[in-house]
């Protein structure tokens, strides 16, 4: 009875913002959807406490994690801001999709390979320096794209005077960039028991999938906002993709300075052991980076979710930044008011018309599916339910693969949505959530930025290797064909290692 009266606010909430999407216009319902989210977790937080910590304890690290997940979503705005931006820029020709796929996928590898440096950073600094370095870096780079895009666009400039700078300056935004999830599972390992984290990691992955909403959905609301018209055909100004994820990214430096603490005894708690494999306690004397490394491909779990999380970056982002161009290239034909109009699938399919929204719910439902089975019916092991989820891309994308080759465009919405939901909630359980575990306290951003690291190796990898095989898709079609073909060897190699991890569990290791 007493959940039930505290959730009584939450589905207040949820039933606003369900009346605001029926009657009245799209962008307050952006505009409202992000409290009720934050709701949502806090409600689902304050359900979960398996360890009996204490009520003190827990409003102090609800603080901490709130503000540390909001403050890495405003990343993820400025991340997937250039995806948004790439389809308007494609429409007024000043990046093609072979341009976009190259300046993506450098920036990707480049994120990737930071993670060599700045694990262990994160673990040398703390996860607290490491985010304020992510947010405000990535605030300046995507300052310097908007001002890029402005001067080019008023300038009258082509698609060179764009790619060059683009290049540079989104490849330097990813670098501060990767800062992030290092940043998040480093404080966060100190902060929560292992039997804590599977279900916590859906509840942060639900704050990453708020980013990914973030940068399509409000980035999308503020273009359409500040758009003029000429004549009849509408000038977005696509510079304000990335100056609002700036001026928001600053405001959340600015919080992380005076709220976020690395571990409870800063914050005036105990610190506690978290029942992982950490092998140093503060305070002892640790590895060096090198010996870190050398422990960590020793390690045949380890590796096994390297293998794992390579594929989960080339399907993650197969599915993200593709289906939206994929959307705007297929075009069929609408009867309104008897008049027959060509539009493209991206005006007429709910899922792509509201595609920030669909990712940000497949990447809550993911993420809870796969900690709360993790967490309460495999005694907090993670291959389990990375496996069920790599299955069911498997299945999504031999689907998809007829799909997209025979038109059966009402569907491809759909299992784009739930191959995002399984991918997502795979992402949250290894490199948010088993990287803490394998690594422990003293390593988790070591652990954490090789395993995301890989994640980013793959997203390059696709990025670049899709932007070659659909350039000129427009045109012809067909090419799109290609598409889930292409992803579908990396759903059998996913599944292969997820199996092969079903039994692995953390152990604590004597230095």
């Known amino acids: 009875m007493k959940n039930f009266f505290r959730s009584i606010p939450v589905i207040a909430l949820i039933g606003l913002e369900t009346f605001v999407y029926l009657n009245y216009s799209h962008d307050l319902f952006v505009g409202i959807l992000p409290f009720v989210v934050i709701a949502i977790i806090t409600y689902l937080y304050s359900l979960n406490n398996p360890v009996g910590h204490s009520k003190e304890f827990r409003v102090r690290s609800y603080v901490n994690w709130m503000i540390l997940g909001l403050s890495y979503a405003s990343l993820y705005m400025g991340r997937y801001n250039l995806t948004v931006a790439s389809a308007?820029?494609?429409?007024?020709?000043?990046?093609?999709?072979?341009?976009?796929?190259?300046?993506?996928?450098?920036?990707?590898?480049?994120?990737?390979?930071?993670?060599?440096?700045?694990?262990?950073?994160?673990?040398?600094?703390?996860?607290?320096?490491?985010?304020?370095?992510?947010?405000?870096?990535?605030?300046?780079?995507n300052a310097i794209l908007g001002y890029v895009t402005y001067s080019v666009m008023k300038n009258g400039g082509n698609a060179d005077s764009l790619f060059w700078p683009f290049l540079f300056f989104y490849a330097l935004n990813m670098y501060?960039?990767?800062?992030?999830?290092?940043?998040?599972?480093?404080?966060?390992?100190?902060?929560?028991?292992?039997?804590?984290?599977?279900?916590?990691?859906?509840?942060?992955?639900?704050?990453?999938?708020?980013?990914?909403?973030?940068?399509?959905?409000?980035n999308g609301m503020i273009l359409n906002e500040t758009k003029t018209f000429v004549g009849e055909k509408p000038y977005y100004h696509i510079w304000w993709a990335f100056f609002a994820p700036a001026i928001v990214l600053i405001i959340f430096a600015i919080l992380d300075?005076?709220?976020?603490?690395?571990?409870?005894?800063?914050?005036?708690?105990?610190?506690?052991?978290?029942?992982?494999?950490?092998?140093?306690?503060?305070g002892a004397p640790k590895e060096s980076a090198f010996e870190i490394y050398k422990r960590i491909l020793k390690h045949p779990v380890i590796l096994m979710m390297i293998a794992i999380e390579f594929c989960s970056?080339?399907?993650?982002?197969?599915?993200?930044?593709?289906?939206?161009?994929?959307?705007?290239?297929?075009?069929?034909?609408?009867?309104?008011?008897?008049?027959?109009?060509?539009?493209?699938?991206?005006?007429?399919?709910?899922?792509?018309?509201?595609?920030g929204l669909i990712l940000m719910v497949a990447g809550i439902t993911g993420g809870f599916f796969a900690g709360f089975i993790s967490d309460k019916f495999f005694g907090s092991r993670r291959g389990p339910s990375a496996f069920f989820l790599y299955a069911g891309m498997f299945l999504g994308f031999v689907v998809m693969a007829f799909a997209v080759r025979y038109q059966w465009y009402d569907i491809v919405g759909f299992l784009a949505f739930f191959m995002s939901?399984?991918?997502?909630?795979?992402?949250?359980?290894?490199?948010?959530?088993?990287?803490?575990?394998?690594?422990?306290?003293?390593?988790?951003?070591?652990?954490?930025?090789?395993?995301?690291?890989?994640?980013?190796?793959?997203?390059?990898?696709q990025s670049i290797t899709l932007g070659k095989i659909l350039e000129n898709a427009g045109s012809d079609p067909t090419k799109w064909n290609y598409w889930p073909i292409f992803l579908i060897p990396f759903t059998l190699i996913g599944l292969y290692f997820t199996y092969k991890i079903w039994n692995a569990f953390p152990k604590k290791e004597q230095s």
């Open 421 to 461: 939901m399984c991918v997502i909630g795979v992402h949250g359980m290894l490199s948010g959530t088993a990287s803490m575990d394998f690594g422990g306290k003293d390593s988790a951003a070591t652990v954490a930025g090789v395993v995301d690291g890989f994640v980013y190796l793959g997203t390059g990898f």
């Open 313 to 355: 970056g080339v399907l993650r982002n197969g599915i993200m930044h593709w289906g939206v161009h994929y959307a705007h290239n297929m075009k069929i034909i609408e009867v309104v008011n008897g008049v027959k109009k060509v539009v493209s699938i991206a005006d007429a399919d709910f899922f792509f018309q509201n595609w």
């Open 176 to 218: 501060f960039q990767s800062f992030g999830a290092v940043s998040i599972v480093k404080v966060n390992a100190a902060w929560f028991h292992i039997k804590e984290r599977g279900v916590f990691g859906g509840i942060f992955g639900t704050l990453i999938s708020l980013g990914i909403f973030l940068a399509f959905d409000l």
């Open 257 to 282: 300075i005076f709220i976020i603490k690395d571990r409870p005894s800063q914050a005036g708690f105990e610190d506690f052991d978290t029942g992982d494999a950490t092998r140093y306690e503060d």
């Open 88 to 141: 308007k820029f494609d429409e007024i020709g000043l990046m093609s999709k072979e341009a976009f796929g190259a300046i993506f996928g450098i920036g990707a590898v480049l994120y990737g390979v930071s993670f060599v440096f700045n694990g262990p950073l994160a673990d040398k600094l703390g996860g607290k320096k490491t985010i304020i370095v992510a947010t405000v870096g990535a605030a300046l780079s």
